[in-house]
């Protein structure tokens, strides 16, 4: 079984920064591409980037595409998002997540295997 945990949301205005960190813990050793994805009121929960298993490959979506930056530390087990000119848009809550049997990162909800349990962002305007 695997953990993950989020942390570093909170309320912003616009314009400003925040880093998300998701740490995992149990058996670290089987997940392999990890993912952050974002879910607001009324909308489906949306991809925002990913990372493959050793961290060579990234992948964002259009929204974020040089705002954002996702990072891994898998010595420490830990992913991380650095979101910068946060917009109102951004406002949701980010979900952690990681691929258990698959290295190449994916921007599909149900080719991932463990969740965290989310951390709200707001980012007012």
């Known amino acids: 079984q695997v953990q993950l945990v989020e942390s570093g949301g909170g309320s912003v205005q616009a314009g400003a920064s925040l880093r998300l960190s998701c740490a995992a813990s149990?058996?670290?050793?089987?997940?392999?591409?990890m993912g952050w994805f974002r879910q607001a009121p009324g909308k489906e929960r949306e991809f925002v980037a990913a990372?493959?298993?050793?961290?060579?490959?990234?992948y964002y979506a259009d929204s974020v595409k040089g705002r954002f930056t996702i990072s891994r530390d898998s010595a420490k087990n830990t992913l991380y998002l650095q979101m910068n000119s946060l917009k109102p848009v951004d406002t949701a809550v980010y979900y952690c997540?990681?691929?258990?049997?698959?290295?190449?990162?994916?921007?599909?909800?149900?080719?991932?295997?463990?969740w965290g349990q989310g951390t709200q962002v707001t980012v007012s305007s």
């Open positions: 997540a990681a691929r258990r049997y698959n290295s190449g990162g994916s921007s599909q909800v149900n080719e991932y295997d463990y």
């Open positions: 149990g058996r670290t050793f089987s997940v392999n591409a």
């Open positions: 990372i493959s298993g050793m961290g060579g490959r990234i």
